[in-house]
Structures are given as C-alpha cells and as structure tokens.
C-alpha cells in the first residue's frame, strides 16, 4: 500500500482524487477503525474557506459602522419629522 505524500493527502483531504496508485490507501482510510474522524475533518475544511470569508466580511462591515450609517440614511426623513413633532408637542408649547 503506498501512501501520498503531504501535499497529495491534504488535496485529499480538501476533497481531491488521489491517482488510481494510491486506491489501497484511500481505500483503507475510507473504512478505517477512525473514518468518522477523517470525514469531519475533511467537512470542516472544506467549510472553513467559506466560513472564514463571511465572518469576515461581516465583522470588518460592523468594525466600519456600514450598517449604523445606512440605517441612519434610510430613517433620517422619519426622525426629523418624529423630532418636529416631539418639538412641537413638548418644547415650544410650554
């Protein structure tokens, strides 16, 4: 049984194909007493390039107050008119 070298059992991992040399040894790590392990480890890193870019881009969006601003734009026409009210009410009444 030949097994990869480094870089060929992380591309496996990554979920690559191995050439058909190597079909022993995927064979026995497909059906090895520690599979399980070796099936969440090969999920996880298949869902840690996505996972990384989204909470990244999420917390560099909130780190930048995009959200805050463009919430304040969308809202900025209600509250001057919810103040002119308020003013008018309670301010310049008494």
């Not at 496996?12 to 497909?30: I, Q, T």
């Not at 995009?66 to 919810?82: I, L, P, S, Y």
Request: hydrophobic share 50%.
């Amino acid at each position: 049984m030949t097994k990869p070298s480094a870089p060929r059992r992380l591309w496996h991992l990554l979920g690559g194909r191995l050439p058909m040399s190597y079909r022993e040894w995927v064979f026995a790590d497909a059906t090895g007493p520690k599979w399980i392990m070796w099936f969440t480890v090969r999920a996880i890193l298949r869902a840690l390039p996505l996972s990384a870019a989204i909470t990244l881009t999420l917390t560099l969006g909130y780190l930048a107050g995009a959200a805050e601003q463009a919430r304040k734009q969308r809202t900025a026409a209600r509250d001057v008119a919810q103040q002119a009210g308020y003013n008018a009410a309670w301010r310049e009444s008494a």
